[in-house]
């Protein structure tokens, strides 16, 4: 079945343009796609590669070099330029999956051929595949960070270099990279953002005719395949010859002094870090020029330019969320011009202001927009603006009369505005497990240190394969000196890493605890937490109770600024129903468990420990323990860890959290002992386990 035409495509018009400006120049950097589910990302990305201008390689060569300027050092070479008869076909779409391993992405030892002839031969992997073509990486936010820094490093530098295992090699590895991700399962880190050439954010249309029209041509597609893609053939086929003709004319565009000023000046205007940020935008806007067909770039290509490259880069605390100001980009567009003149490309580097002019053989392309696709500047936290509060060390002991008014509402109290995140301290699930790789609790993992061998081929343990193979060697006669192997000899590591976890969040929203500063303190406690939480790669999970119920304010998900605007709003007030709370964890947990049973969980309950209200019983005391020992149950089934944050306050203190965590069987830890600094011992480390668990 032919793939969906990328001319077809209705709306989209900022994605289209990167895509199409990487075709013309992947020094670019690539494009990362961000969007709800359902928007066309992998349907335009995989049409993209159709419309690729068809490559000519020499025959034989594995890393599809250029006949007329082969690589010089590639492992297939050396390939004399015009030597060798060519033969062309279309540019490769490389798709990479989530579960790739190192391996497959920049090669391995081909173990055939060191059987066979006891030669260290080099199997080229998806790198060395996608050379002069598309590398396609879906879901990149759930690949793992590694794996991410190894192809955007080859991305970045056009060469691939493998060692490892007795190989040593260096390949071409020039490809346009496309990765697209769903905001919803987790951001990329800070700085994996920025290896990204250019960011789109797409958004299903609101508009009723638009979408009526995505129904329309995609029924059309799934009725006739090969009808459809040849109705819109042509329209695909100018836009590969204009790709075509826009790269030969790459080379002789010229970037004037005071565009290359406007480009510095906008990125400083905006504060990124470092210069990739004016590289890539000097990049794409003479992409935008040679694109348009012009041999000079004008002040709109910078605009055009920036709109794409600088969202991400604006993003310097996982709870920011892309997005650029666009009045403010006009201020520093227009700063330092004495007359600025907006030039011949005021309407769009094309006059049409979107990538392909909007044709199609019925006239009713998507509408032909161009510019940006982000909103105002979203940059603050979930303090922004905010006056500041007292830090989780200070005292927050509320006087009589406040403490009655707290404990005696069951009114709603106004969400308090958290405190300033902090360095939180390590907390890890107990033992060694099997869970997706992360930076978090040990575990056996594919990353890490090698702490013993096993038979197997994925991976070489060459020390332990030897030691298997040495006593044989008399057996299988070995006379020459050579090591002779088999395949039952081959052992290959046990790396143990660390892995990402669970930490799902079970917090008091009661009135015991709505007193503004102690929940002030709360809410930059677990703000911290999630933070930790984003930096080691764990998913995270929150179940709130308060008044009579408990509920999942967030099922268990890799966005963790999912989870600080939920607590950003979250309400307190009304009675503690603890025994509630704790079910509800219980039973977050074992739905967690078939979705994602190797995942283990760290439990935190936040609470003060006063239990106010009653589940099933007219004792909530009872309540509370029953449903403590279920829980206990549910975290020890999984090899989870549970930890009782203390909230309790001031001068005289019940000691209510620290009998539950001795019926959950966790650790206590006082709410002001969560950050780094605040003690020296790790909350496995020096202290006796009747301290952290006293009743």
Request: glycine letters at 12%; proline letters at 7%; aromatic letters at 2%.
């Amino acid at each position: 079945m032919p793939p969906y035409p990328f001319t077809a495509v209705v709306g989209l018009d900022d994605l289209r343009l990167a895509l199409l400006l990487n075709a013309v120049s992947p020094a670019v950097g690539g494009v990362l796609v961000r969007g709800e589910k359902g928007t066309a990302k992998s349907t335009i990305v995989r049409a993209l590669a159709a419309v690729l201008p068809q490559i000519a390689v020499v025959p034989s060569c594995r890393f599809s070099c250029d006949p007329a300027t082969p690589d010089p050092a590639c492992p297939d070479g050396p390939h004399l330029p015009g030597a060798t008869a060519a033969r062309s076909r279309p540019a490769r779409l490389i798709e990479l999956p989530v579960g790739a391993t190192e391996d497959r992405l920049v090669g391995s030892l081909d173990l055939e051929k060191v059987l066979a002839s006891g030669v260290a031969a080099y199997e080229p992997g998806l790198l060395a595949a996608a050379h002069r073509g598309l590398l396609y990486v879906d879901e990149v936010n759930l690949l793992h960070d590694h794996l991410v820094d190894l192809l955007l490093d080859a991305a970045a530098m056009g060469v691939a270099h493998v060692e490892r295992e007795g190989v040593s090699v260096r390949h071409a590895a020039r490809f346009l990279l496309v990765g697209t991700m769903n905001p919803e399962e987790g951001e990329l880190r800070p700085q994996l953002l920025d290896r990204f050439g250019l960011t789109v954010e797409v958004r299903a249309s609101r508009d009723p005719a638009e979408r009526a029209e995505v129904v329309r041509r995609r029924l059309a597609y799934e009725a006739d395949p090969e009808g459809f893609a040849a109705a819109w053939e042509q329209a695909d086929k100018e836009t590969a010859a204009r790709i075509e003709a826009a790269r030969a004319l790459l080379p002789s565009v010229v970037l004037p002094e005071a565009e290359l000023l406007r480009v510095t000046r906008i990125c400083a205007a905006f504060e990124v870090d470092g210069m990739r940020a004016d590289l890539v935008t000097a990049r794409a806007a003479t992409a935008l020029a040679a694109w348009a067909g012009r041999d000079v770039v004008i002040a709109e290509d910078v605009r055009q330019a920036a709109m794409l490259a600088l969202p991400h880069r604006r993003r310097r605390h996982p709870f920011d969320a892309p997005g650029l100001d666009e009045e403010r980009l006009d201020e520093a567009m227009d700063d330092g011009d004495e007359d600025p003149d907006p030039g011949p490309g005021s309407g769009g580097p094309d006059g049409g202001g979107g990538p392909d002019g909007g044709g199609g053989p019925d006239g009713g392309g998507g509408p032909d927009g161009g510019g940006g696709s982000n909103g105002g500047d979203t940059s603050g936290g979930p303090s922004n603006g905010a006056e500041p509060e007292p830090s989780v060390g200070a005292s927050t002991g509320e006087s009589p009369a406040e403490q009655k008014q707290v404990s005696g509402s069951s009114r709603e109290q106004p969400a308090a505005t958290a405190t300033e995140p902090f360095k939180a301290r390590l907390l890890q699930v107990e033992g060694v497990g099997t869970g997706a790789e992360g930076r978090r609790s040990r575990a056996r993992a594919a990353g890490g240190r090698s702490v013993g061998a096993r038979p197997g081929a994925r991976g070489l343990h060459l020390i332990a394969t030897v030691h298997a193979a040495a006593p044989q060697q008399v057996a299988r006669g070995r006379r020459d000196g050579a090591l002779r192997l088999r395949s039952e000899d081959l052992r290959e590591p046990i790396r143990e890493g660390r892995e990402g976890n669970l930490v799902l969040f079970a917090v008091d929203a009661s009135g015991s605890m709505a007193a503004r500063q102690r929940m002030a303190a709360v809410k930059g406690a677990i703000l911290s937490l999630l933070l930790d939480a984003y930096q080691r790669r764990d998913k995270v999970g929150l179940v709130t109770f308060r008044g009579r119920t408990a509920e999942v304010a967030l099922p268990p998900t890799w966005s963790v600024d999912a989870g600080a605007a939920r607590l950003a709003s979250l309400p307190t007030g009304g009675r503690t129903p603890l025994a509630a709370g704790l079910l509800q964890a219980a039973d977050v947990l074992r739905v967690e468990r078939m979705r994602d049973p190797d995942r283990r969980p760290l439990v935190l309950v936040v609470t003060d420990g006063r239990a106010t209200q009653a589940s099933h019983s007219k004792d909530p005391l009872a309540d509370t323990r029953r449903a403590a020992a279920h829980l206990r149950q549910a975290v020890a089934a999984l090899g989870g860890t549970a930890v009782v944050v203390d909230c309790e306050a001031g001068p005289v203190r019940l000691g209510l959290a620290g009998r539950l965590a001795a019926d959950l069987g966790a650790d206590h830890l006082p709410l002001t002992d969560l950050a780094a600094d605040a003690l020296t011992a790790a909350v496995h480390g020096n202290r006796p386990r009747s301290d952290r668990r006293a009743a």
